[in-house]
């Protein structure tokens, strides 16, 4: 098959070999493929992808926790690193409807008006007013933190995974501080 034949829908970001388990970021708009499959396929270094079964699959944060079967080896949960999740392209389902909450905006990306892409959410915050964002800026890799409010965001297609804004001058705040700038 064909890297066309494919469609990524996440990345592995930590292994725990001990558990047979990984952590993986899924690809905007990609969350609800995880819990509609049995089994996905991992690539690592662009070699011919291995199917994998999954035992159990849990959203936490963003990210989602995978635990393979017994049939997955120990050693070979422990390469997965920075691994691509693939599904062949004829087994996407329809993402359902699903009530829009703050932690589905990780990993989309942050457009201006004009379309240009501002950054990547990287982390939500749960707040009375609304919530905010925190994003990785496209131009310069610094964090930026913005309300999750009327006023900013103009359109959230969950879909495609992209949040359109308003001018955001006059409320990002620069995260200078954060250990991850």
Do not use: Y
């Amino acid at each position: 098959m064909t890297d066309a034949g494919w469609l990524e829908i996440g990345r592995v970001v930590s292994v725990d070999a001990a558990r047979r388990s990984v952590r993986v970021l899924p690809a905007a708009g990609s969350a609800h493929e995880f819990g509609a499959q049995r089994r996905v396929w991992l690539e690592m270094a662009r070699e011919c992808p291995m199917a994998a079964l999954v035992a159990e699959c849990n959203l936490s944060g963003g990210h989602l926790k995978i635990v393979f079967t017994p049939g997955v080896s120990r050693d070979m949960v422990a390469m997965l690193g920075n691994a691509r999740v693939l599904l062949p392209a004829d087994r996407r389902t329809e993402a359902r409807e699903e009530p829009w909450s703050l932690a589905r905006a990780v990993g989309m990306q942050v457009v201006l008006p004009g379309g240009a892409v501002m950054g990547t959410v990287m982390e939500t915050v749960e707040t009375q007013a609304g919530g905010a964002l925190r994003i990785r800026l496209e131009e310069t890799g610094r964090i930026a933190a913005l309300p999750f409010i009327d006023a900013v965001i103009k359109d959230v297609d969950g879909l495609s995974g992209v949040i359109t804004i308003t001018d955001p001058e006059p409320f990002l705040v620069l995260d200078d501080t954060a250990p991850d700038a």
